[in-house]
């Protein structure tokens, strides 16, 4: 059967499982939009691409399946990088389809000509520029097979138009052609009995846990292996949700502003057995003085992992799942009495009490999050913003729900919970989902409440108003004479935007009101506004300045008199 | 402290790959000193002999960097002259008029360097082996002049039957 450019698309998008897609027409995708519109697929139009970006990027994360968005050439090209480059340092597989101009005009300036597979080249995976129809089926095959499998990551297909008209003979390929790519998967056994003898050996272990566990779907591993020798699981940020952050041996998130007690877990234990993550330096902080006591093992799919911040004492290259699912019977069933009573001894000053505190009266922003995971049971898919308001959700909402913490980590792209909780919402119209945002991130892509809108997605959004860029402001406090350079910021009157849009919102200052509020968001069907504005110069705490070792944090009573 | 590691990769001969190699390299900070890019017996798959100067820090990542790129087949990085030959292939035009030819010519001969071209004032000298010996035949001529010298860059090949099957997919490297 003879199909055009577009339909091999449409046709390998439905044969690749792919419901719904993000995207914004023009002239290099008329057709393949003219196309698309026949098909089962729903397409979310977003107001600006960027959204599209991050929404698959969202779906992506909540699903393990590969988010799709499409953009035309040029400036809408241009537009997808910045969520692009959001995927790429979170792993996070994502498939970009951009139009692009004729091939006859390629490399001429053409209008709106850009070199998108260029500009990406860093920040992709791998990427493509289809110059030849034929090519195009088994050009999305290997697209989706790349996007997803090892370490994942955003694959780019730029499709001139021309291409998208060209007519070809279509048989979608079972099979994949890639000499170049074999992701590993099977640790090599040998190591996974050197790692289980450390284990066994060591006296005061100590798990941290990243991404790689949740993109390789190893939460009951993780969980296995922690409760065999009763070992503490420490988080990165994107670890969060690993492992059920109300469970007994759960520490929380380690790193820049990760919590005293995981913290000094890793300055204290003697092996340290990092699972798909990636050192960091918000994780690591001064290189030379991180884990000083402890044997390291590293985990990873990703062999060029190994050793590039941090070198292991014992390195097994491999998918997390699988490498578990070897490694836990070869671990001695124990309780580790001493270390771990000492740990959750440490865990019981956990939260701040101070950050629940009300300042002069007004509402903190720890104490919003706080409510949120009342009401929500700990079981919402949280979508947070960047800034002080990320660390304040990553900090005080207890994330239960496997996949519940979806946030830029790598990248830390303001702007990116609002469009990034719409894919979630697309991917799970049932779930609970809350944007945890910033006044500052909310303002940069605001403009997506149009499509939340058009869509009928119920996100709840929850504006964190400090009247500042509060992370900025709160570096500027430590290390710069608190001159606030320009971290002042305005909002417009989120209540009169909000109802513009047709949204149901409402402000929130007196602590008194907080409960009310999230509750009777939660009781309305469909999306809601909260602006709740928070103690204007509160701060994230406690804090390892950057480039500090982690043993040295910034607490609040060296900062604040009286707390 | 800065070092410079020569490496061979294997890559499919598509569009964008050497941009790919490039990117890579630009942005994990290495800097190429030369770069020999070229068809190999197999169809379709390239070879490239490249040396390459890094952080002694990052100097174990460069292979396994480049054979996380989708088209790079194979990446071998272990090179020590014991294990494999280097060879480097120049042209070095030198003035040389009528008086002082023969002298050069005898210079290039020690060196097993052929006199590809003569004009009135020039010989052209191709000469190939170690990136020592060439060094050192530039040197030699300096005195009469050198006007132009144009060097690929050393290839490389290990010895006897090892096949380069180096960094396999799965990052481990494989039997040499
Ligand atoms: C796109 C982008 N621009 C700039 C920054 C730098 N930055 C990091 S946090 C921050 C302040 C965020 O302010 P706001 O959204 O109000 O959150 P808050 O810290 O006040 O909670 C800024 C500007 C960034 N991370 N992303
Ligand atoms: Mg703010």
Redesign the pocket.
Known sequence: MKLTGAQIVCEALVREGVDVVFGYPGGAVIKLYDTLIDYPIHHVLVRHEQAAAHAADGYARATGKVGVCIATSGPGATNLV?GIATAYMDSSPIVAITGQVPTNLLGRDAFQEVDITGITMPITKHSYLVTDVRELPHIMKEAFYIARSGRPGPVLIDIPKDVQAAETEFDYPDEIELPGYEPPLEGDPQLIQRMADMINAAERPLILAGHGVILSEAEEELLALAERGNFPVATTLLGISAIPETHRLALGMVGMHGWKHANQAIQRCDLLIVLGARFSDRVTGKISTFAPDAKIIHVDIDPAEIGKNVEPDLAVVGDVKRVLRALIPLVQPRLCVEWITDLLRSKQQYQDPQAFQPKNGRLT?PMVIREIWRATGGQAIMVS??????MWEAQYYFHDRRRGLITSGGL????FAVPAAMGVQAAYPDATVWAT??????Q?TIQELATIVQEKYPIKIAI?N?G???????WQQFFFERRYAFTP?SSPDYLKLAEAYGIPAKRVSDPADLRSSVEEAMRIPGPVVLEFLVEREDNVYPMVPAGASISEMIERHMVEEGA | MKTTKTIIAWMEDKPGVLARVASMIRRRNYNVVSLAVAPTETPAISRMTAVLECDASQEKLVGLQLRKLVNVTNVVTDLTPDKAIFRELALIKVNADASKRSEVIHLAEVFRGQVVDVGPQTLTIEATGTQDKIDSLIELLKPFGVREVARTGPVAMLRGTANGRGISGNGRKAEQ
């Open positions: 910045t922003s913003d960047v800034g002080q308001n990320q830390g792209t303001m702007g945002v910033g006044d500052g991130g909310f940069m964190l400090n500042y860029l509060g992370m900025v402001r709160q910021i």
